[in-house]
């Protein structure tokens, strides 16, 4: 199995021999065009479906994440049946990384009527939620939401020697303008039956 991003990629295989035949092929042919793998960002991982097992059996903690296009990737199981289950959360290093240019730009544009400033908050909101709302993910989606409601409560609040923002007015601002956390992306299993 093999997953490849411009530059990045992740390979799956059954065996560690299979794994380790890939990695002095690849090393071969790497220094044929005069490149190197990067140690550091090189990792092999026991995960998948059998996993967790595997490293009970051998004593081991439960398998370790990786992060990989904006998302942490998980060995998880279902509630419902306890079978084996990926999870994606969105990689909280990305997320803090998003979050900061947006309070940067909240407390610029502060002065700005607050329905252009909510129209800009629903683009931006949204368009983070069309990338990132996969299964499983809707948590880490109501975390970002409320966070960046708080930033703009912060910005409405520093407006002005009025008086505080009260919170039942803001929460009706928040409500109109910032998209509610939703699923748009189906499983896999979904998406590429056909």
Same mark, same amino acid.
């Given at each position: 199995?093999?997953?490849?991003?411009?530059?990045?990629?992740?390979?799956?295989? =059954?065996? #560690?021999?299979? &794994?380790?035949? %890939?990695?002095?092929?690849m090393?071969v042919?790497? /220094?044929?065009? @005069? *490149?190197?793998?990067? =140690?550091? #960002?090189?990792? &092999?991982?026991? %995960?998948?479906?059998?996993?967790?097992?595997?490293? /009970?059996?051998? @004593? *081991?903690?439960?398998?370790?994440?990786?992060?990989?296009?904006?998302?942490?990737?998980?060995?998880?199981?279902?509630?419902?049946?306890?079978?084996?289950?990926?999870?994606?959360?969105?990689?909280?290093?990305r997320?803090?990384?998003?979050?900061?240019?947006?309070?940067?730009?909240?407390?610029?544009?502060?002065?700005e009527?607050?329905?252009?400033?909510?129209?800009?908050?629903?683009?931006?909101?949204?368009?983070?939620?069309?990338y990132?709302?996969?299964?499983?993910?809707?948590?880490?989606?109501?975390?970002?939401?409320?966070?960046?409601?708080?930033?703009?409560?912060?910005?409405?609040?520093?407006?002005?020697?009025?008086?505080?923002?009260?919170?039942?007015?803001?929460?009706?601002?928040?409500?109109?303008?910032?998209?509610?956390?939703?699923?748009?992306?189906?499983?896999?299993?979904?998406?590429?039956?056909?």
């Amino acid at each position: 199995m093999i997953v490849r991003y411009a530059d990045d990629s992740v390979l799956g295989f =059954e065996s #560690k021999s299979d &794994v380790d035949r %890939f990695i002095e092929d690849m090393k071969v042919r790497f /220094a044929q065009f @005069g *490149l190197t793998l990067n =140690e550091d #960002k090189t990792r &092999v991982l026991q %995960f998948g479906r059998f996993a967790a097992q595997a490293r /009970a059996k051998q @004593g *081991l903690a439960k398998p370790p994440t990786f992060d990989f296009l904006g998302f942490t990737h998980i060995c998880g199981t279902s509630r419902s049946n306890g079978w084996f289950q990926l999870k994606r959360l969105t990689s909280a290093k990305r997320m803090r990384a998003r979050l900061k240019p947006i309070r940067e730009a909240l407390m610029r544009r502060m002065h700005e009527p607050i329905p252009v400033v909510g129209r800009w908050l629903r683009r931006v909101v949204q368009g983070y939620f069309n990338y990132h709302a996969v299964p499983g993910n809707v948590d880490r989606l109501d975390a970002f939401r409320k966070d960046v409601s708080r930033a703009w409560l912060h910005a409405l609040r520093r407006r002005g020697q009025r008086g505080r923002m009260p919170w039942a007015r803001f929460g009706r601002l928040v409500e109109r303008y910032i998209p509610r956390a939703r699923v748009l992306h189906p499983y896999p299993h979904q998406r590429f039956a056909s």
